[in-house]
């Protein structure tokens, strides 16, 4: 019987392929359209991390004005892409951590602060961009934040999950080099209850 716990060496993968996770998510919010969408038809408001587009309700094209204009969409779209840069960073040294036979324990925490320092950079992107955007972009008919702006959101959750993952790690080191040996549990046959 094959066992893998939450801190086995067999499983040294799932958080790098949490992170990679992370990274995927972090990719279509950068490039996701749906940061800002009209809530029903019709569909007059969209906008992304960098642009904000409007049309008109009988218009097939899209008016569109960049959002780097704005000092706070340059805050919003940097401090989001900081983020995701380190995030990358952090998933290259996961992969090389776990990929040494000797897993070094200091190491593998320094990736979990590093984490946490992504979370803050995403989170901060995240909340000055609805703020922000709510105020100084006139917004037509009902809006709602929308998928790509949620993609945002999930990939700072994961990351932030992997983060505590990672500052605990070092704290099942011998479980997870496997220098601990398996406690087995025996009950003798006198004290067994009898079934009937």
């Given at each position: 019987?094959?066992v893998?716990g939450?801190?086995?060496?067999?499983?040294?993968?799932?958080?790098?392929?949490?992170?990679?996770l992370?990274?995927?998510?972090?990719?279509?919010?950068?490039?996701?359209?749906?940061?800002?969408?009209s809530?029903?038809?019709?569909?007059?408001?969209?906008?992304?991390?960098?642009e904000?587009?409007?049309?008109?309700?009988?218009?097939?094209?899209?008016?569109?004005?960049?959002?780097?204009?704005?000092?706070?969409?340059?805050?919003?779209a940097?401090t989001?892409?900081?983020?995701?840069?380190?995030?990358?960073?952090?998933?290259?040294?996961a992969v090389?951590?776990?990929?040494i036979?000797?897993?070094?324990?200091?190491?593998v925490?320094?990736?979990?602060?590093?984490?946490?320092v992504?979370?803050?950079?995403?989170?901060i992107?995240?909340?000055?961009y609805?703020?922000?955007?709510?105020?100084d972009?006139?917004?037509?008919?009902?809006?709602?934040?929308?998928w790509?702006?949620?993609?945002g959101?999930?990939?700072?959750?994961?990351?932030?999950?992997?983060?505590?993952?990672?500052?605990?790690?070092?704290?099942?080191?011998?479980e997870?080099?496997?220098?601990?040996?398996?406690?087995y549990?025996?009950?003798?046959?006198?004290?067994?209850?009898?079934?009937?």
């Open positions: 019987m094959v893998c939450l801190a086995c060496w067999r499983c040294r993968w799932l958080l790098p392929l949490l992170l990679g992370a990274i995927i998510m972090g990719i279509i919010a950068l490039a996701g359209r749906g940061w800002l969408e809530e029903s038809e019709p569909y007059v408001q969209q906008a992304s991390l960098w904000s587009c409007t049309r008109g309700e009988a218009d097939l094209n899209w008016n569109c004005e960049s959002l780097m204009d704005y000092g706070w969409g340059r805050a919003a940097a989001y892409l900081v983020g995701f840069v380190i995030l990358v960073i952090c998933f290259a040294l090389i951590a776990f990929s036979e000797i897993l070094r324990f200091n190491f925490r320094g990736i979990g602060g590093l984490l946490f992504v979370a803050a950079f995403q989170i992107g995240l909340v000055i609805p703020v922000k955007f709510t105020e972009i006139p917004l037509t008919g009902d809006n709602m934040f929308s790509a702006y949620g993609f959101w999930a990939s700072t959750v994961v990351v932030i999950g992997c983060a505590f993952f990672f500052c605990c790690l070092p704290n099942w080191e011998d997870v080099l496997g220098n601990i040996k398996p406690t549990y025996y009950s003798s046959p006198e004290r067994a209850p009898y079934l009937n």
